[in-house]
């Protein structure tokens, strides 16, 4: 899956130093990131971007603390969004999510997770409750209101992807209005209020009114692209078997035999290993 980024090791803890020559500056734009094309390593250092684009510590932005692996840092840019004129070079600004597609997993990783960072500093420039600037946390990732002291934490989704089973029969799923057009899982996201258990019976009598019964735990999968935290289950129906669809949500939900399932792992999604778990079987040891 897109975090299984072995050997190399994903740091998460906070840490407030500035940005150094060999950091890696993650820079966004819309749903855009900077790459650059034909090197190994895509994602350009701070050193490379100050030499080639004559980027300073002198814009008013702040460069972010984000995360590091292994010993390499990762920073992005807080308060405005910067957009390099790439001039058609071999630096390019590229759609978060075609990452996947052909990037390195640890690079897809980080910009995955970078981007959800980046989107809750961009979104939370103002104190809710007074309006004063926030002001980043020295010591752990907050940011807080020097004015009332009201403090902001990250913003984690938590949400199920459940593959709903029937013996040897799995239901697969399209989504209405999506880029992503081939077979998921049902998904929804978990409401106040409820175990992740609750959304997986709410969410699949909501979507395809059937009711489901021994749901099993599988993974989860930090999805950043989202801001969300994947809880991966498997669940039997339970008694009627006829799918009705919301529309407003799906474009198609059917049952599909253990051996017609053709989207197999692609080694980033926690949805696609469990329809590979359950086109091998295995999703009965669970
Ligand atoms: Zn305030």
Redesign the pocket.
Known sequence: MIQDIEPKIYHAAYESGCIQDKSVLLLFFGDRVLIHRGKNAMLPCYEELQRRFGLSKSEKSVFQYLFSIDETKYFCMRGKELKIETDGGDYEYVKIRSLREFAAREDCFAVSTGYQLYNWYQDNRY??????N?EAGKKERILF??????VFYPKIAPAVIVAVTDGERILVTKYAGREYKKYALIAGFCEIGETAEDTVRREVMEEVGLRVKNIRYYKSQPWGFDSNLLLGYFAQLDGEDRVRIEEEELAEAKWKDRGEISDMDDGISLTREMMEVFAKGKEKLL
């Open positions: 104190c809710g409750r007074c309006g004063q926030l209101c020097p004015e009332c002291r009201n």
